[in-house]
């Protein structure tokens, strides 16, 4: 199965600040089918970024994914205040679907 | 707008049938993917498995023999079946639904709140 490795496990960020997200596989992503979900504690994951680059309906364009292969980059311009969560990759290109194990996204 | 309500026992005795339900409201069941994922707060998220409009299923190695994946049209319901079960199967259970775009897959854009799940006697 495709590992999936997240760096980091924790990023403290300044609401304001630029936001840079690792996502790794251990072999290529089919077809770069990846995702990338945020998660409140008590809430189930939002999709935010699907095929990689592709933004989710109603995600603000401040959230943007790159990358291809085994590397993507899930990027948020300018943090505010709401963006404060686990972000979680997951890609469902090779079986079986695999995830992350997620960055933890905190105010510094 | 498509909603989804995971439903079933919080808790269950081990070597047990874990069962959960998946309420699908505000659309058709019969044209999408649904998909069953799990987590733990010390592996994360675990996709499960899926059944697709077609019926077909398939699930995670790590669970294949255990895992078994429905839907009942008539009630518009996704059902799990996790057979055997261990305290490792305590989780959080979540549905949700695999988007196409253009064709394509396009990642799990509908879940569930999640119903937790405990595995003890």
């Known amino acids: 199965e495709v590992v999936l490795t997240q760096s980091p496990g924790t990023l403290s960020l300044s609401p304001g600040e630029r936001a840079t997200l690792s996502c790794r596989a251990s072999?290529?992503?089919?077809?770069?089918?990846l995702g990338w979900y945020q998660q409140k504690p008590g809430q189930a994951p939002r999709l935010l970024i699907y095929g990689a680059s592709s933004r989710a309906t109603g995600i603000p364009d401040r959230f943007s994914g790159s990358g291809s292969g085994t590397d993507f980059t899930l990027t948020i311009s300018r943090l505010e205040p709401e963006d404060f969560a686990v972000y979680h990759c997951h890609q469902y290109g090779n079986a079986p679907h695999t995830f992350g194990q997620g960055t933890k996204l905190e105010i510094k | 707008q498509v909603q989804l309500q995971e439903s079933g026992p919080g808790l269950v005795k081990p070597s047990e049938t874990l069962s959960l339900t998946c309420t699908v409201s505000?659309?058709?069941?019969?044209?999408?993917?649904w998909s069953w994922v799990r987590q733990t707060p010390g592996k994360g998220l675990e996709w499960i498995g899926y059944?697709?409009?077609?019926?077909?299923?398939n699930s995670n190695p790590s669970l294949k023999s255990r895992v078994a994946i429905s839907v009942d049209t008539s009630k518009n319901h996704v059902s799990l079946d996790l057979r055997s079960v261990t305290a490792a199967d305590t989780a959080v259970y979540y549905c949700?639904?695999?988007?196409?775009?253009?064709?394509?897959?396009?990642?799990?854009?509908?879940w569930g709140q999640g119903t937790m799940v405990t595995v003890s006697s």
């Open positions: 059944i697709s409009n077609s019926g077909r299923s």
């Open positions: 505000g659309g058709s069941i019969s044209d999408n993917t």
């Open positions: 072999q290529s992503v089919y077809s770069s089918y």
């Open positions: 949700a639904r695999e988007s196409f775009y253009s064709g394509r897959p396009a990642a799990f854009d509908i």
